[in-house]
């Protein structure tokens, strides 16, 4: 056989998956890693990479923030790094796009204005500029040196509102150095930003002509990247299993994550999955349009695969990657404690009159349930009703109480400035954390999110959009930011969102990023809560067995509070 046709071969059986910049790096990227897991049983071979957690991109990403910090007084800060990621990723757009530097100045200051309505100076903007230039040297420069030596055919790209930017320039380079390359994206970018039948997807496809030759919009990729590979779909640029009538892989037959390419040890977690989608169908969200219907793997099969990578990675802390837990979290840790064995995990959870049954947090405590993250929303009645909830604020605070009670760490969400939200609303939000403050570990403000398409009150939104961004800055920032022309207007919805924040840090309740304030955080929780869970800091120790959970017990003078008959008196 000819030498160049086995080498070509080779490349094309080689596959590259990537995380791009920026994306939070609590846990190595799941689907890439399950990916690798599926297509590797097809013979094919594939690395992943994840430059979230690259030395040089976390130093851009941490200068990047402390010059903004630089500008911005703490007074307007909000919830910083959450709203500052709307400036930095259409930042990352606009660098790859401008070619008036002057516009381009003007622009990068008016993405600081809107996301924290402080008026920066040209020469503090060119600061952010040149951090960002910085940026995509590196990125340049890594994938050169990548192509150069991995020699791939195919490159996947999972893609977010955050990284789609780089990953854009990214393809760009491996084209430029390899036009024989195939570029694949896909992610959870579909559920919302760029959601399909948007005109944001519209613009992506547009934008991406040149250096895309797939994007696969499905929450499931596996079967449509397969027949990509095997040159099913050389007709089409977008594909999805409803497209092209395929059966999703049943969901307890989903490959476990190969991470084996990645070092875990640069996360805070390990992850699994339990369920996929979500049951409910809040307005402002989307996992349930995106995800389908709602569906669970068995108690015993969780256990087991947890199980599998903490022996292989060495991690006893495992974030859950499910919408939801309460519907199996009692199996789960009944399973744990059948079993004698600890693991423990942080998960989103639902407010749930489950929750203010000491007898069922604490076998949750007993069993491993380490950290919950509630959608507690808002302090309104009202707007909890307007937002589709369907829980009521007596069982929130009743979830929050039990939980807590049992030392498990709680993370309140609040969603600052829903339409219709008054002030008379936004103060029952700051009543209600005041009331609650011991109960709460972490409570992170986020301003409410419009979407063109995905939510599941969009529709009624629909002839209140507009956009957030002047139209001339279209050519830069390639993506619409639609916001509201509804009370509260989108000033209104930051200056909350600052004032939540200031109230937080006056009642003392943290909402941590760093790691020194996750430890400052536990250690506030240890002081409120003698169940408390270990530190994050305690799982750092490669080796070191953490199993206090199974010894825990009730304490004196907690008590079931049910949200049914209970005068909340905190």
């Known amino acids: 056989m000819n030498t160049n046709n086995v080498q070509k071969r080779a490349r094309d059986k080689k596959i590259v998956l990537g ?19 599926y297509l590797e049983k097809h013979d094919y071979t594939v690395k992943i ?51 008036d530097e002057t516009k381009y100045i003007k622009l990068v200051k008016t993405l600081v204005y809107h996301s924290f309505y402080t008026k920066i100076l040209d020469n503090q903007a060119i600061e952010l500029n040149r951090i960002m230039q910085y940026f995509y040297e590196k990125l340049e420069e890594y994938y050169i040196e990548l192509i150069k030596v991995e020699q791939p055919g195919v490159l996947g790209f999972s893609i977010f509102k955050g990284n789609i930017p780089a990953a854009i320039f990214a393809a760009r380079v491996a084209k430029r150095e390899n036009k024989s390359i195939k570029v694949v994206m896909g992610g959870g970018a579909f559920t919302d930003f760029h959601a399909l039948g948007s005109p944001n997807f519209e613009a992506l496809l547009q934008e991406t002509v040149d250096c895309v030759d797939l994007f696969i919009v499905d929450g499931q990729g596996e079967k449509v990247f397969l027949k990509y590979l095997e040159g099913e779909l050389s007709d089409r640029r977008v594909a999805s299993l409803k497209e092209l009538n395929l059966a999703p ?18 996360y805070p977690y390990i992850i699994a999955t339990g369920s996929a989608s979500c049951p409910n169908e809040c307005t402002f969200c989307n996992a349930s349009k995106f995800y389908g219907r709602y569906r669970e793997k068995n108690a015993k099969q969780v256990v087991q695969e947890m199980l599998k990578m903490y022996r292989k990675y060495g991690k006893q802390l495992f974030f859950m990657s499910d919408s939801l837990l309460n519907h199996i979290v009692t199996d789960i840790a009944t399973e744990f404690i059948n079993l004698g064995t600890t693991l423990y995990y942080d998960c989103y959870f639902r407010v749930d009159d489950n929750a203010a049954d000491l007898d069922k947090t604490m076998l949750w405590r007993r069993g491993g349930l380490y950290r919950t993250r509630l959608g507690i929303e808002s302090g309104s009645q009202k707007i909890l009703d307007l937002m589709n909830k369907k829980i009521t604020l007596e069982q929130s605070k009743a979830t929050l109480y039990g939980l807590a009670s049992a030392g498990i760490k709680t993370t309140a969400y609040i969603v600052i400035g829903h339409p219709y939200e008054t002030e008379e609303d ?40 507009m956009l957030l961004y002047p139209e001339e800055a279209r050519s830069m920032l390639v993506f619409d930011t639609c916001t509201l022309n509804c009370e509260p207007l989108r000033e209104e919805r930051y200056e909350r969102l600052h004032r939540f924040t200031a109230h937080c840090d006056k ?64």
């Open 426 to 465: 936004f103060q029952m939000t700051l009543d209600f954390v005041d009331e609650m403050k011991d109960y709460i570990w972490q409570a992170e403000p986020n301003p409410f999110y419009y979407h063109y398409t995905g939510q599941f009150g969009a529709d009624d939104w629909k002839d209140k959009r």
């Open 507 to 570: 009642l003392g309740i943290p909402n941590p990023y760093t790691a020194s304030e996750i430890h400052a955080a536990d250690e506030r929780w240890h002081k409120l809560h003698k169940n408390a869970v270990p530190s994050v800091w305690e799982f750092e120790t490669w080796g070191k067995y953490i199993d206090e959970a199974r010894n825990v017990v009730r304490y004196a003078g907690a008590k079931n509070v049910l949200a049914s008959n209970t005068d909340f008196d905190f």
């Open 249 to 266: 892989i049943p969901f307890h037959d989903l490959d476990i994550a190969d991470l084996s390419d990645l070092d875990t040890g640069l």
């Open 19 to 37: 995380m791009l910049p920026y994306w939070t790096p609590l846990v190595p990227p799941q689907g890439i890693g399950m990916l690798k897991a």
């Open 49 to 99: 990479i994840d430059l979230n957690v690259h030395e040089t991109f976390k130093k851009v990403y941490t200068d990047y923030f402390n010059k903004i910090g630089e500008f911005v007084p703490m007074h307007n800060r909000g919830n910083f790094y959450n709203i500052g990621h709307d400036v930095l990723h259409n930042h990352m757009m606009a660098a790859i796009k401008y070619t």
